[in-house]
């Protein structure tokens, strides 16, 4: 039987006890503050990397912009992260997410680039994913100047970051690149129509309540036919022959829980190299609680020494 990480159990208490409203009774710009000001509260201590530069790019509706941590020690060309945050389509940013991708550049050795991707409501689907679908392919035709490796390119992100992820490996893979050679799924969102088990379990308690869910989504999509369309949910795609190799995270006590595994499942079934860890007693957006959890730490460890393994080795291995 599961059971809450204690730290976690205190992280909820403290969160309800400060007596903030929920995001979902908010506007999305005074939520986009809300989220941004708990995220610092809780993020890891920034890690110390060689560089940070912001960039702008051309993107389908107007310039993107684009945060590029370098790692020190390493020569010639590096590996690359592509990085498309979470927050359900609506909220956060680079800035919500620095520590994190500060922590997997200085561990893993990769170049990670931040994509500040267009957000809902005010650009519906399908602009988020346009604007990281642009980013991935701006940055493989443009890895020589950049100092990235082009042939070890992988994308990721975060719950709805992790759905962006999926989507655009699905993406590059059936319209012929570019080429991905690992993604990292962290209880990426793959179901929006809510309907597996722990939506209805874990529908509240837990931080991500099915009310906050139903928000995001609302603001997201334009109708809700929308919800089994592949490139929203992307364990509607009729094919995964031939995706990257993946690491898919869940957390126990996450909604997104079971729509997760399905999602390695269907990879794993399908021939993908597919590494799935469940860390039982988390909670959804714990990879973001550095500052608070331990087990956060644990993660962004052995993330970081997963992408190592499969893109400065060039060889991923499932577990």
Known sequence: MRRLDPQAK??????????????????????????????????????????????HIPGPAGKIALRFYRPTGVQGNAPALIYFHGGGWVIG??????????????????????????????????????????????VAANGE???IDIARIAVGGDSAGGNLAAVVSQQARDQGGPSIAYQLLIYPATDLTMSEASHQKLAKGYRLTKPLMEWFIGHYLNNDSER??????????????????????????DPLRDEGVRYADKLSSSGVETTHVCYDGMIHGFFSMGGWLEKSREALDYTSQKLTEALRDGEPKAE
């Open 93 to 138: 940013d680079l800035d919500s997410h620095d520590g994190i991708c500060r922590w997997l550049c200085s561990r893993s050795g990769c170049v990670v680039v931040s994509v500040d991707y267009r957000m809902a409501p005010e650009h519906k689907f399908p602009a988020p994913l346009e604007d990281c679908l642009a980013a991935t392919l701006w």
């Open 10 to 55: 205190l992280l909820i208490e403290k969160a309800e006890a400060a007596g903030n409203p929920e995001l979902y009774e908010l506007d999305p710009l005074t939520a986009r503050k809300q989220f941004l000001e708990l995220s610092k509260a809780v993020d890891v201590k920034p890690m110390n990397v060689r560089s940070v530069e912001n960039q």
């Open 145 to 147: 100047a950049l100092g």
């Open 228 to 253: 089994t369309d592949p490139r929203v949910s992307p364990l509607f795609c009729d094919d995964f022959n031939g995706l990257p190799a993946a690491l898919v995270i869940t957390a126990g006590f």
